[in-house]
């Protein structure tokens, strides 16, 4: 096991800067998600960590030791790809052997390694097969397989599981887990999917455009982001944005104007800024509730309606609003129908004020006592 840091790490492509210098410390045996759109630089970053890239500026360290210039084979690193890479004419215990043959490993060390990992993987009873024979979540096991058996000190994935349908992937997951839990080794996953991220990580590491937007426990993004794209790209479906301006502050609520005229209040430090400021309302689907529209709410109108089994999930169209809004219900509630107006209404210390350059505000101790539940 080793710990991973990266200080001003930068990747160029002729002109083209797509890393932006970064700064980030993974602790030794911890579980870390990069995460964020296609194109951010997240799998670019993860492939300079393995030595598959360049680094352009920066320093990279391992356990400790400087490896920018240290081969890929000598960084005690072993990653999982996308695409799972098997030798179509080898064995599953040939494939997962493999490394070590070429690296004169004795036999009989190979086969008790391979056996380890296939007990650990549960796939002892498929090493005599080869991948053609395997399903898509046997292969991803043996390619996961191959990377245990060298031992490495970190691992790195690399979108491992977006080649498998729905319940597949979540099952994999749960795998993963598990893996790190009886491992202890230090493990780097990058993925598009914040599912994946929220469920598998230890500590998020949120990125677009080739920086950090944000680094920290999936508790902390959810409750705490720093910013708007961070609230939207985290939750699903992601969080409600409506636009506003403000009207005023008193003690430890901020009251903000909405399209309609209406006052919403939020439980929001907005010193920095001064009444009539442009802001954005943020309010995640399951903060919002439906009441009749002759109570006093967010005027908004039901445009469709999901049922997913245990939530329902309200469309509605909301004045100054582009696209709709997402309102959770639990099944069983009494849902409105399509097209009724409904009133949204929400506690203050559920939701959230960004600036007009995407900053959140700092929660008041109104909020905080919300989310520590003592309120």
Known sequence: MASVRLRGIQKRYGDNLVIKGIDLDVEDGQFVVFVGPSGCGKSTLLRMIAGLEDISAGTLELGGKPCNDVDPARRGIAMVFQSYALYPHMTVAENMGFALKLAKVPKAEIAERVRRAAAILQIEHLLERKPKALSGGQRQRVAIGRAIVRKPEVFLFDEPLSNLDAALRAQTRVELAHLHRELGSTMIYVTHDQVEAMTLGQKIVVFNGGHIEQAGTPLELYERPANRFVAGFLGSPRMNFIPATLAGEEGATAAVRLAD????????????????????????????????????????????????????????????????????????????AVGSRVGLRFDAGHAYLFDDAGLAFAPSRTREAVHAGLQ
């Open 261 to 336: 005229g209406s006052i919403a209040e939020v439980a929001a430090d907005v010193g920095r800024v001064r009444a009539g400021a442009a802001l954005t309302l943020g309010i995640r689907p399951e903060h919002l509730r439906l009441a009749p529209a002759a109570e006093s709410g967010i005027p908004a109108v039901v445009v469709l309606v999901e049922y997913l089994g245990d939530v329902v999930l309200v469309h509605l169209q909301v004045a100054g609003v582009d696209g709709t809004l997402a309102a959770k219900v639990n099944a069983g509630s009494a849902v409105p």
